[in-house]
């Protein structure tokens, strides 16, 4: 082996066993009553250029802060990571509507919103009054699918009761939903509160989706320059602004995937070269830079596709470790993932970029995968930590 490359072989396993130590220290940091730790993204491929991203809930940043002396603290950037919970929606029906009520049900689950319905939420066995009374604690949103059925069953009003006291008690939104019912029919109690009808299922489904992710109805506003439209992702509005090109551009979510000049990224972000410089600096971790032309990482999309994405990869990243734990049968090479999940090669790209570059995955990298960026995913233990401590932080928020 020549001098120089031997010298490089040094380094480079120096360095390793260097992040090696740090990451095990950091893995070994987790809360005493969640159960979270943090998760750790390394970069740099020299002592001088070695950083530590952990990311976690402000509970967990704290201990981290607590357990690790100054010197240590300078080489990490610190981020948040709270989990964030989903909106959890009761749904009213009399049996005649269950169809209606089922398709409406699915429909909610598909859009992110946990929906309690009788017929998926009822076991041989279960308690017909204390299932109901889960339900109705629990939900954020109580939902009353009002028909001309419906309206006249005992059992619908008595739960339209529970709902309007969680609605009283502000710890629910009432929502009644009409079907083939005039707004003249509705009860004096609900004729002061906006029930939309079903007429256009589809259109009006997703209306009431967005009501519940409470989605503005206005109008966007024109667009800003791109940087001074950046949003706060923890970096300079320059940086950010410089980091949506990628992800914009990007088809794959895979190293060097677009490639980009200095001069291209000016014109594109409105900023002089010198500013395309200095954000590119400050995203260092995130591209190699070669010659005049930038190369993103592929942990620039696992961490601002959130940003502008309609995904987002942390989350689809626990979703995907959670089927590799939980499910035996769960494929491991991405094309099978993809069709499972109905996403495209960019999205879980992302995805198992978060994982991999976390180690909370073992992967497969190699020639010949193009477009995925791996040819297989495995879980390990990582994986099952990973899952058991987000799944515990978002159960005590």
Request: proline share 6%.
């Amino acid at each position: 082996m020549p001098p120089g490359e031997f010298g490089q072989a040094i380094m480079k396993a120096i360095v390793h066993d260097v992040a090696t130590e740090v990451r095990n220290r950091l893995n070994a940091v987790r809360h005493p009553v969640s159960g979270e730790f943090p998760t750790v993204v390394v970069s740099g491929d020299s002592l001088e250029s070695l950083s530590f991203r952990v990311e976690g809930t402000p509970e967990v940043l704290a201990l981290v802060r607590e357990r690790f002396g100054q010197e240590d603290l300078a080489l990490m950037d610190l981020r948040e990571a709270s989990p964030k919970a989903s909106p959890r929606a009761f749904l009213s029906y009399a049996w005649e509507d269950r169809e209606l009520a089922k398709r409406l049900a699915t429909a909610l689950m598909a859009k992110g919103i946990d929906t309690w319905w009788a017929e998926w939420s009822m076991r041989s066995g279960d308690s017909l009054r204390q299932k109901i009374d889960q339900g109705l604690a629990n939900c954020t949103h109580f939902l009353v699918l009002l028909t001309p059925t419906s309206i006249e069953k005992p059992w619908v009003n008595q739960e339209m009761d529970a709902g309007l006291i969680r609605k009283l008690e502000e710890n629910a939104r009432f929502i009644a939903i009409r079907s083939e019912l005039p707004a003249s029919r509705l009860p004096p109690l609900l004729k002061g509160m906006l029930a939309p009808a079903l007429d256009d299922f589809d259109n009006d489904v997703d209306q009431i989706i967005a009501d519940i992710h409470e989605l503005s109805r206005k109008p966007a506003l024109g667009p800003l320059p791109a940087a001074a439209s950046a949003p706060a992702t923890g970096y300079s509005a320059a940086a950010s602004a410089v980091a949506r090109i990628f992800v914009d551009k990007s088809e794959h979510a895979v190293f060097g995937d677009p490639q980009l000049t200095f001069d291209d990224i000016a014109r594109a972000v409105d900023l002089t070269k010198d500013d395309v410089k200095d954000a590119l600096h400050e995203l260092s971790t995130f591209f190699t830079i070669s010659f005049d032309r930038a190369l993103p990482k592929n942990e620039l999309f696992a961490t601002f596709d959130g940003y502008f994405k309609e995904w987002t990869p942390s989350t689809d990243a626990l979703s995907l470790a959670a089927d590799l734990v939980n499910d035996p049968h769960f494929p491991e090479n991405p094309p099978e993932i993809a069709e499972r999940y109905g996403w495209t090669t960019r999205r879980l790209n992302s995805a198992i970029a978060y994982l991999a570059n976390r180690e909370l995955v073992m992967e497969s990298q190699g020639l010949g995968t193009h477009p995925w960026g791996t040819a297989w995913i495995q879980k390990t233990d990582a994986t099952r930590r990973f899952v058991k401590s987000r799944s515990s932080a978002a159960n005590s928020s």
